[in-house]
């Protein structure tokens, strides 16, 4: 018979471990959770592309879509708040491609007050919505048709932070930068 001895490091390890492992997981699964309702993403047509969408817009008329970008402009109206984004691709979890690939630009029409200066040009946006066929607008010199998204749920992703400059001269830092002592020329020439 064969008898098991526990010592106490092996009671401490497993108390230890085993909430650091389940608070891994969760924190995993979390970052990878998509940013629209699981309702909503159940009713979204994942075979409905911005390609489909813009080539025949009367027949997606309807359908739930999924689509992200970067925003282009925001233009209050009276009871709606209309954004023009340009398309980029999405993620698993919704988030657009840090990329400069796009098939075209979209409107989504909101209907409630969004503030120009939130959703201001340049910050990404994932919406669910329906596709509500596609309206004739000039962009620059042309005629452009956008599709039209009727925004169900949208989601505003944070800005990137941006890289700060380092503060001292290349390659040494302060005080190394600066030549110190007497040296041919001093202290005339650095």
């Given at each position: 018979m064969s008898i098991m001895m526990r010592?106490?490091?092996?009671t401490v390890s497993r108390s230890v471990f085993?909430?650091?492992i389940v608070c891994t997981m969760v924190f995993l699964l979390n970052a990878c959770a998509p940013v629209i309702s699981p309702q909503l993403m159940e009713q979204v047509d994942r075979?409905?592309?911005?390609g489909a969408l813009a080539g025949r817009p009367d027949e997606t008329k309807g359908r739930i879509v999924l689509l992200g970008g970067?925003?282009?402009q925001t233009v209050p109206?009276?009871?709606?708040?209309?954004?023009e984004v340009v398309q980029k691709q999405v993620s698993s979890s919704g988030e657009p491609y840090l990329t400069d690939k796009s098939e075209g630009r979209y409107l989504v029409v909101v209907d409630r007050f969004l503030d120009p200066a939130i959703y201001r040009a340049g910050r990404?946006?994932?919406?669910?919505g329906k596709a509500q066929g596609s309206v004739l607008r000039r962009l620059g010199e042309i005629e452009y048709r956008y599709p039209v998204i009727a925004a169900v749920?949208?989601?505003?992703w944070k800005e990137p932070l941006s890289p700060q400059a380092y503060p001292y001269a290349y390659p040494f830092g302060y005080p190394y930068y600066r030549r110190w002592g007497p040296y041919p020329g001093y202290p005339y020439f650095y």
């Open positions: 010592s106490r490091w092996d085993t909430p650091a075979n409905l592309t911005y970067t925003i282009v109206k009276p009871n709606e708040t209309e954004i990404d946006i994932t919406v669910a749920e949208l989601h505003l």
